[in-house]
Nanobody, 121 residues
Framework: QVQLAESGGGLVQPGESLRLSCAAS????????MGWYRQAPGKQRELVAS???????RYADSAKGRFTISGDPAKKTVSLQMNSLKPEDTAVYYC???????????????WGQGTQVTVSS
């Protein structure tokens, strides 16, 4: 029932900026956090940044100082401001929501379909 809609990807030159946005729809008993992952060709999906409902933020080392995550996971929205983009940032970016169901304690991981970010001169 939960679906995540992403927007903001595109093609930019090195040094430019993009802002990714994500909004989830559907009912969830509890939400722990939302974030952004990315996957480049031939590589594993990796966490870029996340934000909890208590506003604790986490960043990949490669994103620190350049990317800023914001939003309100309780409202099922999250954004990622990406500045000073590098070719190494090229990947498909996926919005992620981590939640809980009332009937069991396992964490639930929901994913968007992905949005392409390409950084090239």
């Amino acid at each position: 029932q939960v679906q995540l809609a992403e927007s903001g990807g595109g093609l930019v030159q090195p040094g430019e900026s993009l802002r990714l946005s994500c909004a989830a729809s559907g009912s969830i008993f509890g939400i722990n956090e939302m974030g952004w992952y990315r996957q480049a060709p031939g590589k594993q999906r990796e966490l870029v940044a996340s934000i909890t409902t208590s506003d604790v933020k986490r960043y990949a080392d490669s994103a620190k100082g350049r990317f800023t995550i914001s939003g309100d996971p309780a409202k099922k929205t999250v954004s990622l401001q990406m500045n000073s983009l590098k070719p190494e940032d090229t990947a498909v970016y996926y919005c992620n929501l981590v939640g809980r169901a009332r009937s069991y304690t396992n964490l639930l991981y929901y994913w968007g379909q992905g949005t392409q970010v390409t950084v090239s001169s």
